[in-house]
């Protein structure tokens, strides 16, 4: 047991840490999920395009370009390139059954990982901060033993959140585009046969959840303050079992499925001293089996998962 | 009354999927405000001539809609061109709400007041419909998913109606209620419907005309009376 364990203090930073790694599950699990419901693949280079994304900015931001016009710029760069690839690369081989599209994304994460080596080295650098993230950046709450305080930086993430799940939330409930992708993702067929433009709707959520992996590891750079190749490596795993235990095709159970990892992973180790950091996650990982044994299907999920 | 000019002229339509050809050369034609209903046994053919109509499936030879060639063309291309598909098992979007799958019905329209105005127009034919219009649609009963499906496709304003095996899992007496209708729609509308059933004299008696399909093949057609009136060709090819 932790000595804190009835300390307000200590536990309400639990909290807004365990919110705020669950926020970075959650992006990373709404692009998977994105990609998943109108497609039933699994991008397994979701990660790698994202850390890609995060680069970009980091190469923008060296030209001079503000660090938020260069995430938009990287953002609207990464729709199109997932657009693309679901386009050029997936679409063709997906005629050919599953196993050659799960290898093709399995590639394109080496290549793509290779690529950022080349190019930008395998030493970590200077990440990104579009986020204020000085020592001074927060509110202080309460004094303490240990302090309370919430960063801008744990802020502007739940912000950020919040505003990619309301732009969600329009897009798929409120436009007929958004109606066409739902359709795509009920069924498939019979949306085509009502002359919904299916590999479009495909294509869509390829690139938004590229864009979308571009914040994540923007974010998640900034978090540690340091940007490398490998920088979403662990996260993309973390990302899978959010989308698991929210249902694979759920968007609101992707930003829960995140949010309760993030917790477990927090308070685990947080409370129980004797549990390290490295079996918060073996520990977050039983908890997502325990809840497949008795919701196949996750939380929100519509149907147990078959093709994965 | 049905005209005489066809609305479909179907020739020598070959279908394969992948390397397994299922239709080999076949000739049909629907005139305009016609029901025509295909018959055959499993594995005719019959639901992967709707599928070739369609463009779902590869396809040589040649299908004429008002004179335009849709074989080669894409499924959303072909819709644009008037032909509506009610496929096989409904194909309802369990998890959209009965409204919305209306209005996914008329995707490739752009005029929303004509849309609006529809999808109330088909209230009034069905109107369980709009009791459950905000009800998630894989709630409903087979019936209602039925109609659903119908009502749907006729979003589209097509030409012309696919049907296939509209009756498949429903009740004797559903079944019948949703024919009633579907014949009201021919009538009110002069919609043209290409039905496939399994039912034979529930279909002849509402069609105008029927084919019998084997093994890819048109093996017979002919006015559906006198289909239903030929007691060979009910016992060689409908088994009743």
Known sequence: MSPHIGNVSYL??????????????????????????????????????????????????????????????????????????????????????????????????????????????????????????????????????????????????????????????????????????????????????????????????????????????????????TLDFNVMGSILIFGLAAATLGGFDSVPGAAVGGLVLGMIVTFVPGLFTVIEGDLGLIIALAVVLVVLLVRPQGFFGTKPLERV | MTGTDPLLRVAGLHAAYRSVKVLHGLDLEVRRGEVVVLLGANGAGK?????????????????????????????????????????????????????????????????????DADIERWYG???????????????????EQQMLAVARALMARPKLLLLDEPSLGLAQIVTRGLFRQLEEINRDEGMSMLIVEQNAELALSFAHRGYVIESGHIVLGGQAADIRADEGMRRAYLGY
């Open chain 1, 12 to 225: 309400l930073s639990l909290l807004t840490t365990g919110l705020t790694s669950g926020a970075l599950y959650a992006f990373v699990a709404l692009a998977i999920v994105l990609v998943y419901k109108t497609t039933t693949h699994i991008n397994l280079a979701q990660g790698e395009m994202a850390a890609l994304g995060a680069f970009i900015v980091l190469a923008l931001t060296r030209y001079g370009v503000n660090v938020w016009l260069a995430l938009v710029i990287s953002m609207a760069l990464s729709f199109g390139l997932g657009a693309g690839i679901e386009r050029g690369l997936i679409r063709p081989l997906e005629r050919r059954g599953i196993f050659p599209v799960v290898l093709a994304t399995l590639a394109l994460f080496l290549v793509i990982n290779a690529v950022m080596a080349i190019i930008w080295g395998t030493q970590p650098v200077p990440a990104p901060a579009p986020l204020p993230n000085g020592l001074d950046a927060k509110i202080d709450i309460l004094a303490g033993p240990p302090p309370f305080f919430l960063t801008y930086r744990a802020l502007g993430t739940y912000v950020i959140l919040l505003a990619v799940l309301a732009g969600l939330w329009l897009l798929l409930e409120r436009t007929k585009l958004g109606l066409g992708y739902r359709a795509v993702a009920a069924n498939r067929e019979a949306a085509q046969v009502l002359g919904i433009p299916v590999g479009r709707m495909q294509m869509l959520g390829w690139g938004i959840a590229a864009a979308l992996g571009t914040v994540a590891a923007v974010l998640v750079a900034e978090t540690v303050n």
């Open chain 2, 47 to 115: 639901t992967t001539t709707l599928r070739a109509l369609c463009g779902m499936v590869d396809t040589q030879g040649s299908v004429l809609l008002d004179g335009v060639e849709l074989v080669g063309r894409s499924t959303e291309w072909i819709v644009r061109q008037g032909i509506a598909h009610v496929p096989q098992g409904r194909g309802i979007f369990g998890v959209l709400t009965v409204e919305e799958n209306m209005r996914a019905g008329a995707w490739g329209r752009r005029d929303a007041k004509g849309v």
């Open chain 2, 125 to 143: 034919v069905f109107p369980r419909l709009a009791e459950r219009r905000r009800q998630r649609a894989g709630g409903m009963s087979g019936g």
